[in-house]
């Protein structure tokens, strides 16, 4: 089962430890359905993502994982329990505009220029043209798109418009960002490339991401903890530290380690799979 919350306290030090940047406790969401068969999304669910970490949210279709990144996001309300965004509420921290969220769709707008489309929600914020401009172009190089500035995001493929969606996210400069299983529409090779790309500029930056995955590789790969979900009601199963370093290349993916951790995911996910779907 999962780990309980880290100590607040250093012990070498003691002084304060970090606060965890998300911490939900008993945490439900039930969907209210026209219907009147009310959906528990999520069912007292207790989580703690600590700052720096690589949190990946794995389970089946309909476990609750997109409502969890969203409730994180203050996108959906919680019906029980309380939760924590860098020691605020979620409303709060969506209003300090302290997380990107990069969306399973790139939902970039086809008449803006890559560039603008980075530039957008800076506009909303009324950051100065010079310095949002300077934002984009330094977030477009990091996730290699320099040279794209002034292409349309139809004249880009799939996993350069979702590399641009990333940008857009990091342009905010937040400590936290949220990905709905951004890669799950591209082919399996430039997934493969976008994983690489995206551990790189997670060790980089330092962010603190929580990643909605199907994939058990993509998951073990990326991470250094995988929360396994199931559903009926949507709660957590597991929870399994990643230990493996924290620079990674693909080749990590034959190891014997990268094996036994896709192998307790798996055992988790069986466990929370219900054969009557
Ligand atoms: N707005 C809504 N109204 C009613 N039920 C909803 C709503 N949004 C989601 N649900 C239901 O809540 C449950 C959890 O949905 P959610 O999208 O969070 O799961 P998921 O694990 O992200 O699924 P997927 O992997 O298919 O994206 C599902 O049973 C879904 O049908």
């Not at 669910?45 to 700052?51: G, H």
């Not at 560039?115 to 990091?142: D, K, S």
């Not at 597991?238 to 192998?263: G, M």
Request: glycine letters at 8%; a neutral charge.
């Amino acid at each position: 089962m999962h780990s309980p919350s880290p100590s607040r306290t250093n012990g070498a030090t003691g002084q304060p430890a970090p606060a965890p940047i998300v911490e939900a406790r008993s945490l439900s969401l039930v969907y209210p359905t026209a219907d009147n068969r009310p959906v528990t999304a999520l069912s007292e669910v207790d989580l703690t993502i600590a700052r720096g970490d690589f949190v990946s949210l794995i389970g089946p279709s309909g476990c609750g994982k997109t409502t969890l990144l969203r409730v994180i996001a203050d996108l959906e309300q919680p019906t029980g329990g309380r939760i924590t965004v860098e020691g605020l509420t979620p409303e709060q921290a969506r209003l300090k505009r302290l997380y990107g969220y990069v969306f399973q769709a790139p939902a970039l707008y086809p008449w803006r220029t890559v560039e603008r489309n980075v530039m957008l929600p800076l506009e909303i914020m009324g950051i100065p043209r010079a310095e949002r401009q300077a934002r984009a172009r330094e977030e477009l190089q990091r996730v290699g798109l320099s040279g794209f500035e002034r292409k349309f995001p139809w004249q880009l493929s799939g996993g350069m418009q979702q590399r641009a969606s990333i940008a857009r996210a990091l342009a905010l400069k937040p400590d936290l960002l949220l990905m709905d299983e951004p890669f799950g529409a591209l082919d399996e090779i430039t997934r493969d490339h976008l994983n690489l790309h995206l551990t790189q500029l997670w060790r980089s930056t330092g962010k603190t991401c929580v990643f909605v995955t199907h994939s058990i590789a993509e998951a073990v790969f990326l991470s250094t903890r995988i929360v396994v979900m199931s559903p009926r009601p949507g709660r957590i199963l597991d929870v399994i530290d990643c230990d493996l370093p924290r620079e990674r290349t693909l080749d990590i993916r034959e190891s014997p380690e990268f094996a036994a951790i896709a192998h307790r995911v798996r055992d988790g996910l069986k466990e929370g799979h219900s054969y009557d779907d």
